[in-house]
């Protein structure tokens, strides 16, 4: 066993999303963290009223019921017209990722303020119960009429970003950490994150 190995700090990704898990995966490979996911059993209830208060409840009860360190991320879609739905209910909207797309899109029908933005709240929680960092960002786009692109996850294809003109479904993982809320709130929790692990492994 090398030295690194011995003090490499487990990070447990507190989410059951198969897609943001794979993304989060890309964004912390840099760093001398052993990044595992949540347990399969372990469902967290999201009472809270905004991003970063579900952020804050996923990542410490993940962070309790494992004992290490874990990561949360607390998502969504708001669509201007109609006032910021699905928002924090942006998983609740429909029963799948196909279904979500297709009640949006009949939704925003008859409706030609196409204007949305993507939230992302990051937290990480100790296992000492403590709120060690948290960080928002966003990304401001508009929904397409249509599902444009094949990569990524949920709503994905119908987000077009105002920068690049493109879907997230139709940017690679590196593009899509360039622009999307995730990224962006990544990149303020990254040299923060830095920090307490060089703090952490001095003697
Ligand atoms: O709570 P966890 O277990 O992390 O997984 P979740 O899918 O329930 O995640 P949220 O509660 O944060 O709900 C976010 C919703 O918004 C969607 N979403 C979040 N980020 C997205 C992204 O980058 N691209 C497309 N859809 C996204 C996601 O698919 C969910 O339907
Ligand atoms: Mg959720």
């Known amino acids: 066993m090398s030295s690194n190995e011995l003090t490499e700090r487990v990070l447990?990704?507190?989410?059951?999303?198969?897609?943001?898990?794979?993304?989060?995966?890309?964004?912390?490979?840099?760093?001398?963290?052993?990044?595992?996911?949540?347990?399969?059993?372990l469902a967290v209830e999201e009472t809270g009223q905004t991003f970063a208060e579900n952020a804050r409840i996923k990542a410490l009860t993940v962070a309790q019921a494992?004992?290490?360190?874990?990561?949360?991320d607390d998502s969504g879609l708001s669509v201007e017209a109609l006032a910021g739905a699905p928002g924090v209910y942006s998983a609740r909207y429909a029963a799948s990722d196909a279904l979500r797309i297709?009640?949006?899109?009949?939704?925003?029908?008859?409706?030609?303020?196409?204007?949305?933005?993507?939230s992302a709240a990051l937290c990480i929680a100790s296992e000492t119960n403590e709120v060690l960092l948290e960080v928002e960002g966003r990304c401001e786009g508009l929904i397409t009429h249509a599902a444009r692109g094949e990569k990524?996850?949920?709503?994905?294809?119908?987000f077009e970003v105002d920068a690049?003109?493109?879907?997230?479904?139709e940017m690679t993982i590196e593009q899509k950490r360039q622009w999307s809320h995730r990224g962006c709130a990544f990149a303020l929790l990254d040299p923060a994150l830095q920090e307490l692990l060089h703090k952490q492994n001095k003697p």
């Open 102 to 118: 297709e009640r949006l899109l009949q939704e925003l029908k008859e409706i030609d303020d196409r204007r949305a933005h993507f």
């Open 152 to 158: 990524g996850f949920g709503y994905d294809p119908i």
């Open 12 to 41: 447990v990704i507190a989410s059951g999303n198969a897609g943001k898990i794979r993304e989060f995966r890309q964004l912390l490979a840099h760093l001398p963290l052993s990044v595992q996911a949540q347990p399969k059993d």
């Open 66 to 72: 494992t004992g290490q360190w874990a990561l949360a």
């Open 164 to 169: 690049t003109g493109t879907t997230f479904a």
